[in-house]
Structures are given as structure tokens and as C-alpha cells.
T-cell receptor
Framework: SQQGEEDPQALSIQEGENATMNCSYK?????LQWYRQNSGRGLVHLIL?????REKHSGRLRVTLDTSKKSSSLLITASRAADTASYFC???????????FGQGTRLTINP | GAVVSQHPSRVICKSGTSVKIECRSL??????MFWYRQFPKQSLMLMAT?????????EQGVEKDKFLINHASLTLSTLTVTSAHPEDSSFYIC????????????FGSGTQLSVL
């Protein structure tokens, strides 16, 4: 079953704007990961944030984690057309080894 | 780096035939590989966890006799869709873990299966 739910399901913005995607999950986690998928391709790991971390940065990406609310957000700053893709959050449940993916956000950056 | 190679990238087959999909970790040993299925515009659904040298662990609702998984070496896992039917048409993606549990996964590029 799916662990995470993402919001919004689809997001369309102009190039240069910031894009924010949210992810909520249900049970305790060891870490939360964000992945990107270009259409018809495999997934690429973007960033991992551990349960004892609150914020993490990687280039134009900023991820936050609020374990009290069981939610995370991914912010892409200064978006580019090449950022057009689907973005998924994924969680590793405590005591498990498998990664469970959220429903994903389809991001479209308009030039 | 960590590269996972998956092939074929696309396969079209007749109903009733079997299709084998290979997933290889090219520059690392993967004790655990995962197989996912993805329908258009939907998320990835975990089908099974494949551990080298042991039987795969299937998720609830996934028929193990239908989707045969073999993880014969630390760098190769295969998924065989047996007696494929049109409803098996989907995008299948493998992934491998390079390090300990809970860490990130490296994904293959996926296989689009179309069963006529």
C-alpha cells in the first residue's frame, strides 16, 4: 500500500519561479527520500533527509521534514524547463528495508 | 557512481508468451534489488524484494508464479512475466541498493511491456 500522499498532483509554473511540493506519510520513518522521474524513464535519487533532520539543501533543492506532522516539502528554486518531471517522495518504514513511494507530483515548467 | 542497467527497454509480445527482464548493477554489488510496476501517470507499486541467493519476497497481491524473480548473483536479478496477458502490460522498473538498508536506491531505466 502507498505510504505517502503528495500534493499537488500536478503543478505548472513559469520558468524562473519556485516550485513547492508536499508529501505526507502515515507511520514512523527512518528517513524520507525524494526522487525525480522523467517521462518513461527510471527514477533518479535527489535527496535523503533523516528523521532527526529538519532541513537539507542540495543545489537548488531544499527539503524540509516535520516528523510531528508527518510531512515533508521539496522546494525547487529558480526553476528551469529541464526540471519538468514527476517528483516522488519515498519513505523507509522503521524496521523495514523496502522503500514505499508516494503518488507523485507532475511538475511542468513553462518556458 | 552507481549504475543499474535494465533491458530490454521495450518489449512487445503476444499473449501467452513469457518475457524476461534483466536488471544488472554495473559497478557495485547489490545484495538487494527491488522490482516495481508503474501504470501511466501513477506511482510505483513494489512487486517484490529480491535478495541474492534466496527466494524473493513478494508484496501482497502479487502472484509469485506469474512474476518469477531470480537473483542468482550480486549483480543480476531477473523478472520473468510468465504467460503474459494484456493486463500485464505496464512499465516495470528495477532498483538496487548499494549500501545498507534505509539508504537510497539506484534505478534502472525501466521496461515498457506491451502484451498484444
Amino acid at each position: 500500500s502507498q505510504q505517502g500522499e503528495e500534493d499537488p498532483q500536478a503543478l505548472s509554473i513559469q520558468e524562473g519561479e519556485n516550485a513547492t511540493m508536499n508529501c505526507s506519510y502515515k507511520t514512523s520513518i527512518n528517513n524520507l527520500q525524494w526522487y525525480r522521474q522523467n517521462s518513461g524513464r527510471g527514477l533518479v535519487h535527489l535527496i535523503l533527509i533523516r528523521s532527526n533532520e529538519r532541513e537539507k539543501h542540495s543545489g537548488r533543492l531544499r527539503v524540509t521534514l516535520d516528523t510531528s506532522k508527518k510531512s515533508s516539502s521539496l522546494l525547487i528554486t529558480a526553476s528551469r524547463a529541464a526540471d519538468t518531471a514527476s517528483y516522488f517522495c519515498a519513505t523507509v518504514l522503521q524496521g523495514a528495508q523496502k522503500l514505499v513511494f508516494g503518488q507523485g507530483t507532475r511538475l511542468t515548467i513553462n518556458p | 557512481g552507481a549504475v543499474v542497467s535494465q533491458h530490454p527497454s521495450r518489449v512487445i509480445c503476444k499473449s501467452g508468451t513469457s518475457v524476461k527482464i534483466e536488471c544488472r548493477s554495473l559497478d557495485f554489488q547489490a545484495t538487494t534489488m527491488f522490482w516495481y510496476r508503474q501504470f501511466p501517470k501513477q506511482s510505483l507499486m513494489l512487486m517484490a524484494t529480491s535478495n541474492e541467493g534466496s527466494k524473493a519476497t513478494y508484496e501482497q497481491g502479487v502472484e509469485k508464479d506469474k512474476f518469477l524473480i531470480n537473483h542468482a548473483s550480486l549483480t543480476l536479478s531477473t523478472l520473468t512475466v510468465t504467460s503474459a496477458h494484456p493486463e500485464d502490460s505496464s512499465f516495470y522498473i528495477c532498483s538496487a541498493r548499494k549500501g545498507p538498508a534505509n539508504e537510497k536506491l539506484f534505478f534502472g531505466s525501466g521496461t515498457q511491456l506491451s502484451v498484444l
